[in-house]
């Protein structure tokens, strides 16, 4: 990760001396007083009238200051029309705010709009943005590069939000930096090369939460071979890297209160197995645990911010790769459940990964819900592109809050039919079940295996082979990994079910 910046908060009557000023201008770039204020000589209201800048939403306009000037250089940033000022709006103008100073190292937001009373949260959001424009993966880049967004940073920024009430902001931005953390953390995993990150590296990083006070318990080989795990054990059997259950603890809500859980694909990479993949951007199957990343750093944010919920986190952390002693295509293995599978293609592995997870999280700690996340069908991105993650769930109150939860994070879900017919298709002759359904329908059979193993509890499979990874830029996000997940299941939690 670059050098983070420093996010300071001030008041608005402190005028930044030095460095460079971003204001905010609403709809029609009008200024707030104090924006005008740091703008004495009026040359950025000049530009702004001269490049026709209107103040949309995201835009911008950039001037050096002139001669005589304290500070070096001053930007307006559109906020668009004061109604429309929402969470994904801040954390959007936070975004470009880094972007426009990315070159700077001592930058001053002044944080007013006319009609607009920005409050503390505001600022927070777009103190958020602000981290997470800023995340960027360098760690194995040696040389310097001319590409502003990707240069690695020698001195870290330090950003001075200007704003009404900066204690008030000091303390709504802790929660927003918790969520901000947690999701750069689910970048960093989905955008570490599987060389360096096995199940048993993935697994350390996931025990270091040890530290925010998160209950971490990592099931090796011999304890899943116990357990009766043989899906997910059947994938692990053709990598030299053993797998691990990892399983996350938070509790933060009343003693004795039914926890609710989130539930990863952690394939640490997706070779296909027998069933190999074409060779073809292969690399990207590094990316194959982005739904295990998504529960770590979600446990990281809640544990952080010291949610008021009790959640469980479990991951399933296996290599998927060919061997002589790999699973074969035609293999029937026994679920932990009970259930038989035959293994029709071993490049169906999530869900059996996935399986023996939830019949675990079901069985050991029969949860309000669960929900999982996975990287599970190129099927999804042929149905809903990079813009949605599909949504498969047995209950409507759950959707329906995870689908309000997407809206105001800008992590948006769809969902996709389930119903017998499809079922039907995963049938097998030789054993319960197969782990693919024909031609047609991918995203939706694959759905239904796993729906096979959660019983009567609520429940809802989030495909996000699209959305996890390369992921289209965005104002908060320049990274190959988004992090998608963890912003839209931190705010299931506050939104849902904290005391
Ligand atoms: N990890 C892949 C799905 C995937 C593909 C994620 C592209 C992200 C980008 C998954 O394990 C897989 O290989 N699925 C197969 C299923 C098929 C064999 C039934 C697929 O989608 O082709
Ligand atoms: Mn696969
Ligand atoms: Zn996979």
Known sequence: MALRPTIRFASLDDQP???????????????SDAAKASDPSGVLTRAAEIAEFEGKLASTVDVIAPE?????RLVAIGTGKADKLDEIAWSRIGGVAMAVARRSTEIAVIADVPEHAVSAVDVANLAQGVLLRSYTFDKYKTKKSDDAENKPADKAATITVH?????AAEEAFKAAQAVADGVMLARDLVNEPANMLGPIEFADKIKALGELGVDVEILTETEMTKLGMGALLGVAQGSSRPPRLAIMRWNGGAEGEQPVAFIGKGVVFDSGGISIKPAGGMEDMKGDMGGAAAVTGLMHALAARKAKANVIGIVGLVENMLDGNAQRPGDIVTSMSGQTIEVLNTD?????VLCDALWYAK???KPRFMVNLATLTGAIMVALGQHHAGLFSNNDELSERLTAAGLVTAEKLWRMPLGPEYDKLIDSKNA???NIGGRFGGAITAAQFLQRFVGDTPWAHLDIAGTAMGSPATDISQSWASGFGVRLLDRLVRDNYEA
Do not use: F, H
């Open 432 to 434: 319960d079940m197969k």
């Open 68 to 72: 005589g000037a304290s500070v070096d």
């Open 363 to 365: 069985e050991t700690y």
């Open 163 to 167: 704003c009404a009430d900066p204690a």
């Open 348 to 352: 169906a592995e999530g869900r059996l």
């Open 17 to 31: 001396q030095s460095g460079t000023v971003l204001v905010l201008a609403g709809e029609g770039a009008t200024l």
